[in-house]
Each structure stands twice: as C-alpha cells, then as structure tokens.
C-alpha cells in the first residue's frame, strides 16, 4: 500500500521560506505524476507544481519563479522549496502520487494528509 507523509508547514513571516517534504513508502512504480497541491479556507484545491510522466515540471503562475520541486529519487521523497512566501500563500498543502495501475488499465491517485502552512506577521 502506497503512503505519503508530508513535512515542513508551519508558521512563515512574509518573504520568508519553507521547504516541504513528501516521503512515499510502499510500492512506488510506474509514477504518471508527482506533485503538490494547496486549498486556502472556502477556496478550491489548485495545483501548485508537479512531476509529469513526460519529466517535466508544471509550475502554477504564482509559484512560478518562486517555487522550485525536486525529487531525491534514492530517499523517495519529494521537495517543494518556496521563497518569498507572502500571505496569499497561506493553505494546506497537499502531496499527491498518480500511478498507472496497467492491470486496470487506469491510473491511481494517492494523497498526502496536508501540511498546514500559515504566512502572516
């Protein structure tokens, strides 16, 4: 069975940085995508960056330039680096892993619990 525990919200002032962590556990193959999402209070979860099966590197345009995911393959664990965080950035942050089951024929996603990070003075 596939896990992810996620690491690193907390409290931030603006401009500073965050750096969290999802570590997957279990039998992590055949991965489509990898990546993280947020939800503020009464807002919709939106992509924030993620992993394509193409290798490529999806970047929302609020993350753009700020953020930056990188993957430590050995230790199967997911970073996302955020600088000059600012209180709009303030949400649970949420680890995702899409794998393509081919017995199925489709692929599974799996979620992280969510790390609260909080931006504020």
């Known amino acids: 069975q596939v896990q992810l525990a996620e690491s690193g919200g907390g409290l931030v002032q603006p401009g500073g940085s965050l750096r969290l962590s999802c570590a997957a556990s279990?039998?992590?193959?055949?991965?489509?995508?990898w990546g993280w999402y947020r939800q503020a209070p009464g807002q919709q979860r939106e992509l924030v960056a993620a992993?394509?099966?193409?290798?490529?590197?999806n970047y929302a345009d609020f993350a753009e330039g700020r953020f930056t995911l990188y993957r430590d393959n050995a230790a199967n664990t997911l970073y996302l680096q955020m600088n000059s965080l600012n209180p709009d950035d303030t949400a649970v942050y949420y680890c995702?892993?899409?794998?393509?089951?081919?017995?199925?024929?489709?692929?599974?996603?799996?979620w992280g619990k969510g790390t609260l990070v909080t931006v504020s003075s």
């Open positions: 992993l394509t099966s193409s290798s490529s590197t």
């Open positions: 995702k892993l899409t794998m393509r089951r081919f017995i199925l024929a489709r692929s599974v996603d799996y």
């Open positions: 279990g039998s992590i193959f055949n991965i489509d995508a």
